[in-house]
């Protein structure tokens, strides 16, 4: 027999890049931090909100049972560790609040090709093939793998399920685990929800980081032509993406809107004013138009530089 399935929403990110706190924003009538608790919900056991310790007594996020990370600031994998010792007999369905186009079917597909003899069972990403591991089922003997990847000084989950040859899956829906970081993204995915009368979207010049190269006024993603481009990663970077290169379809039109992009899908640390970028093997600006077939290389600071 299967361990139990409980559900966990990872909800403790700081939510930089929106500038505001993305488990608040609604895209279906509700805040997304209760439609994903109440999505998985409806397929699990029990479900329980993932929060850092100073999230605790926050008003959304103390109306849910909790679970406290025991090592803030390692990221997502921290809630999945505290989670898998909190209930060390339980499967985990572990999913973060900033999927607004994930649908039940998506899940209820993930639990049905469950495999508990592996430590996960995950999708492929839609992107790049490399699992996806925030919509993911984390079985009880991913525990003492989590916790030795973590004891290494290792934060990122999606490296852990390729090492440990974790079950993938093809998605059913390409788009169902986009996640929404920026003011930008969060506009078209409302538009594309219908849900932009339900929230107000942030202010894109309040609190502006500093990639002052990204332009504010760029029509919609949905509304660009999409380009087939590659992605080449060197030194911090090909740690943090898990790979060497990649290639994808992207309509960003500009390097400064692909690391945006590609920083939802990673765990990049580095900011672009931090980086240097190249176009086809020679250096370029950030605000280069790019093409289809064109190679980008995102150049991090040589090490004790």
């Not at 890049?17 to 805040?31: E, F, I, P, V």
């Not at 993930?110 to 995950?122: G, K, S, V, Y």
């Not at 004891?151 to 899956?169: D, M």
Request: net charge negative; charged share 20%; aromatic share 6%.
């Amino acid at each position: 027999m299967s361990p139990a399935l409980f559900g966990l929403v990872l909800a403790g990110g700081a939510s930089t890049r929106m500038q505001r706190d993305k488990a608040t924003l609604q895209y279906h009538g509700k805040s997304q931090l209760e439609w994903a608790f109440d999505l998985l919900s409806e397929v699990c056991a029990a479900t329980f909100v993932s929060v850092r310790p100073e999230q605790r007594d926050e008003p959304l996020r103390a109306r849910f049972p909790q679970i406290v990370d025991r090592q803030p600031g390692a990221g997502p994998i921290a809630g999945i560790s505290a989670a898998l010792q909190e209930h060390p007999r339980a499967a985990w369905l572990v999913v973060a609040c900033d999927l607004p186009f994930l649908t039940s079917h998506v899940l209820q597909h993930l639990i049905a090709h469950r495999d508990p003899q592996r430590i996960a069972t995950a999708y492929r990403s839609a992107h790049d093939g490399l699992p996806e591991p925030l919509c993911a089922i984390w079985e009880p003997s991913a525990r003492e793998a989590v916790l030795a990847h973590l004891a290494a000084g290792k934060q990122c989950p999606r490296k852990l399920l390729i090492a440990s040859e974790a079950r993938l899956l093809d998605l059913p829906d390409p788009r169902a685990l986009d996640n929404i970081n920026t003011v930008e993204e969060f506009g078209a995915a409302s538009t594309a929800l219908g849900a932009g009368a339900n929230d107000q979207a942030p202010s894109s010049n309040a609190g502006k980081e500093a990639d002052e190269s990204s332009s504010a006024a760029a029509p919609s993603r949905d509304q660009r032509p999409v380009k087939t481009v590659r992605v080449q990663y060197f030194a911090i970077l090909r740690e943090q993406a898990g790979c060497s290169e990649e290639t994808l379809d992207t309509a960003a039109g500009t390097p400064a809107e692909l690391y945006e992009e590609l920083r939802s899908r990673h765990p990049f640390k580095l900011a672009p004013t931090q980086l240097k970028v190249a176009l086809n093997s020679e250096f370029s600006d950030w605000r280069a138009n790019l093409r289809h077939g064109d190679t980008i290389v995102f150049i991090p600071p040589v090490a004790g530089g």
